[in-house]
């Protein structure tokens, strides 16, 4: 466990509405990232941070955006949720460094009516 | 084509056997990472290596980097390793900052 919180756990919203998910740590740790996860594609990358403010983006990253503010926090925004949205989302930290192992969150469940 | 394969993508066994899940991957990797995930739960970390095997309680992980292979072992399988097993490359080279490449994973079902 290295101090992942992820919120909500669960939501459902409707298509066209802004939706934010907050991923928090109590280790300080670095680098954080965000992944969805969905059958037939396994997890994949949607943006990732190095810092404070440092972000970038991974492979699916379209109709996502993201801000780090605060080395605890790394928050993912839905501008305008569509139903291609809705999937499992996972954040994660890597510890001392962006080459060791990563550490998941317990993940949010997120549904787009 | 993925850029990482897993195999068998379902597996049943029968507590007690001797359970492999292999791992094929197409580009140069700098390390290869063995992930556990239950049904409804979390994402748990179980290995990283680059070369080599790892061992951990009854798990083993190897590495063939000449063959872009790798393979999870579990010993003396138990109903609770049921779960999905996931492979993950981090690849060589670039400012990748750690991302990692995801197979799409394998549901391990081992029965009493």
């Known amino acids: 466990d290295a101090g992942i919180t992820q919120s909500p756990r669960h939501k459902v919203t409707e298509t066209g509405t802004p939706v934010t998910l907050r991923c928090h740590q109590t280790?300080?740790?670095?680098?954080m990232y965000w992944y969805r996860q969905d059958p037939g594609h396994g997890l994949r990358l949607i943006h990732y941070s190095y810092g404070v403010k440092d972000t970038d983006k991974g492979e699916v990253s379209d109709g996502y955006s993201v801000s780090r503010s605060k080395t605890e926090d790394f928050l993912l925004t839905l501008e305008s949720a569509t139903s291609s949205q809705t999937s499992v989302y996972f954040c994660a930290i890597s510890v001392a460094g962006p080459y060791n192992e990563q550490f998941f969150g317990p993940g949010t469940r997120l549904t787009v009516l | 084509k993925n850029e990482v394969e897993q195999s068998p993508q379902n597996l049943t066994a029968q507590e007690g056997e001797f359970i492999t899940i292999n791992c094929s991957y197409s580009?140069?990797?700098?390390?290869l990472h063995w992930l556990q995930q239950h049904p409804g739960g979390g994402i748990v970390s179980l290995f990283m290596?680059?070369?080599g095997k790892k061992k951990h309680g009854r798990l083993i992980a190897t590495i063939n980097i000449q063959e872009k292979h790798s393979s999870l072992h579990i010993t003396a399988s138990h109903p609770r390793d049921s779960a999905v097993y996931i492979c993950?490359?981090?690849?060589?080279?670039?400012?990748?900052?750690?991302?990692?490449?995801f197979g799409q994973g394998t549901i391990l079902t081992v029965h009493p």
């Open positions: 580009v140069g990797i700098s390390a």
């Open positions: 290596l680059s070369s």
């Open positions: 993950a490359v981090r690849n060589a080279g670039g400012t990748s900052y750690g991302k990692l490449t």
């Open positions: 280790e300080n740790h670095r680098y």
